[in-house]
């Protein structure tokens, strides 16, 4: 069955620094969500990427969708307490029914 | 505007007992249900989905069932659980996607989460 793969499981990073998620699915997408949980709550969506190739941007947030559909990144810049949570990374094949999670990295940020 | 409802928050059972979780949607129609599973510090896993009334869809085998009575009541049941039934169990909704479309998707909206502790 369909597969997404998630790496890494977990990073600390000092705030202010960088972070990055990346996503590898075992097929072909058609389309890939960007979720937040952040502790003890329930995840939020974020984003959807669709095209081959796009690149979207929300504040310091940068999401990508690989040429051939089946990776995805999130990019934090200058990475702030408030980012802390886990991100989770979902595909949905072609004409699917349901998203298939990654299994989320958890970003935990010092001060 | 659409709210997903969820209940109860928090629950305490033994191992042996019955389950009944409850999802309710509001401001919506004809929406996709889900029912997954989030192990402590772990990813979601998806239990069940519903595209409607009566039909349920099983993702992994397991001591869990899932009915849709209504179009926005989707209920999380057991009839004897398990240590291993323990985590954080998250309803979701999204739209209904129309027929013949493909690429796109919508977001999925989850509720606030039941924490089961089965000891």
């Known amino acids: 069955g369909q597969q997404v793969m998630q790496i890494p499981q977990y990073q600390h990073v000092q705030e202010g620094e960088d972070f990055t998620t990346y996503c590898n699915s075992s097929?072909?997408?058609?389309?890939i969500q960007w979720y937040k949980q952040r502790p003890g709550g329930h995840p939020v969506f974020l984003i959807q990427l669709v095209k081959s190739g796009e690149v979207k941007k929300q504040k310091r947030l940068t999401f990508q969708f690989g040429e051939a559909k089946k990776n995805s990144s999130l990019h934090i810049t200058a990475t702030q307490t408030t980012d802390v949570g886990t991100y989770f990374c979902a595909g949905m094949r072609e004409y699917g029914n349901k998203l298939v999670f990654g299994a989320g990295t958890i970003l935990r940020v010092k001060s | 505007s659409q709210t997903i409802h969820q209940w109860p928050a928090t629950l305490v059972q033994p191992v042996g007992s019955p389950l009944s979780l409850e999802c309710t949607v509001e401001g919506t129609s004809n929406p996709n249900l889900y029912w997954y599973r989030q192990a402590a510090g772990r990813g979601l896993q998806l239990l069940f989905y519903s595209v409607g009334i009566g039909q349920i869809s099983s993702e992994v085998p397991q001591n869990l069932s899932a009915s849709r009575p209504q179009d926005r009541q989707f209920i999380l049941s057991s009839k004897k659980l398990l240590l291993s039934d323990s985590g954080f169990y998250l309803c979701a909704w999204s739209l209904r996607r129309s027929s013949g479309t493909s690429g796109t998707d919508n977001e999925q909206f989850f509720g606030p989460g039941t924490r089961l502790t089965v000891l």
């Open positions: 097929t072909t997408l058609s389309n």
